[in-house]
């Protein structure tokens, strides 16, 4: 059982910073993929960004555009969304999201995810 907490979130205008956190108990969190996904008002959950267990490989999404970077420490059990340049667009609540396969390649699809968070608002302002 994986349970996680994302942070990081708020208010900031556009062209701003803002990391956002996972942070996981369970002790197979270190071999599983983790995905961030958004949602917005109105709008479907899609998904931003994903890491491998071992951090060493990942994929973004096509709106991503290099802005953002999906990063883990695996001795923290945290993973992080590194995000800048932000756009109104991109406000939304961001979902971390953990598999229960272990040891697989960068996982995307929403319904390969077994464990979610809560979420955390990112709001931006033109």
């Known amino acids: 059982q994986v349970q996680l907490v994302e942070s990081g979130g708020g208010l900031v205008q556009a062209g701003d910073s803002l990391r956002l956190s996972c942070a996981a108990s369970?002790?197979?969190?270190?071999?599983?993929?983790v995905g961030w996904f958004r949602q917005a008002p109105g709008k479907e959950r899609e998904f931003v960004a994903g890491?491998?267990?071992?951090?060493?490989?990942?994929y973004y999404a096509s709106f991503v555009e290099g802005r953002f970077t999906v990063s883990r420490d695996n001795a923290k059990n945290t993973v992080y969304l590194q995000m800048y340049g932000l756009k109104p667009e991109d406000t939304a609540v961001y979902y971390c999201?953990?598999?229960?396969?272990?040891?697989?390649?960068?996982?995307?699809?929403?319904?390969?995810?077994?464990?979610w968070g809560q979420g955390t608002q990112v709001t931006v302002s033109a």
């Open positions: 999201a953990a598999s229960s396969r272990p040891y697989t390649a960068v996982v995307v699809p929403a319904t390969q995810f077994a464990y």
């Open positions: 369970g002790r197979t969190f270190g071999s599983v993929g």
């Open positions: 890491i491998n267990w071992k951090g060493d490989n990942s």
